[in-house]
């Protein structure tokens, strides 16, 4: 069992940053692959990127790319999600969430566990 609980969301300005945590509780953390996804009001749940248990692959959406760094602290039991760059369009509730492995990753329904979601809001 793994139970995950997101932080870090906001109001930010256009061309600003912002640093999203997940952490997760559970021995069991390692053994997962972590995903972030997103949605805005009216929107389908939406594909952020992956880091592998081990952090040595990471996949990210087209749109994020250059833009949004994923990273994990295995011994914290944390991943993160580094966002650069933001604009209007990414506002929306972001989740973090963990699944067995990184194929299909880009699919919500494969993932396991969930968190209630950080809300990013990104003002132009």
């Known amino acids: 069992q793994v139970q995950l609980i997101e932080s870090g969301g906001g109001l930010v300005q256009a061309g600003g940053s912002l640093r999203l945590s997940c952490a997760a509780s559970g021995r069991t953390f390692t053994r997962y692959a972590m995903g972030w996804f997103r949605q805005a009001p009216g929107k389908e749940r939406e594909f952020v990127a992956v880091?592998?248990?081990?952090?040595?692959?990471?996949y990210y959406a087209d749109s994020m790319k250059g833009r949004f760094t994923i990273s994990r602290d295995n011994p914290n039991n944390t991943v993160y999600l580094q966002m650069n760059s933001l604009k209007p369009e990414d506002t929306a509730l972001y989740y973090c969430?963990?699944?067995?492995?990184?194929?299909?990753?880009?699919?919500?329904?494969?993932?396991?566990?969930w968190g209630q979601g950080t809300q990013v809001t990104v003002s132009s």
């Open positions: 880091i592998s248990w081990s952090a040595g692959i990471t």
């Open positions: 969430a963990a699944k067995a492995g990184v194929s299909y990753y880009n699919d919500y329904s494969q993932y396991r566990y």
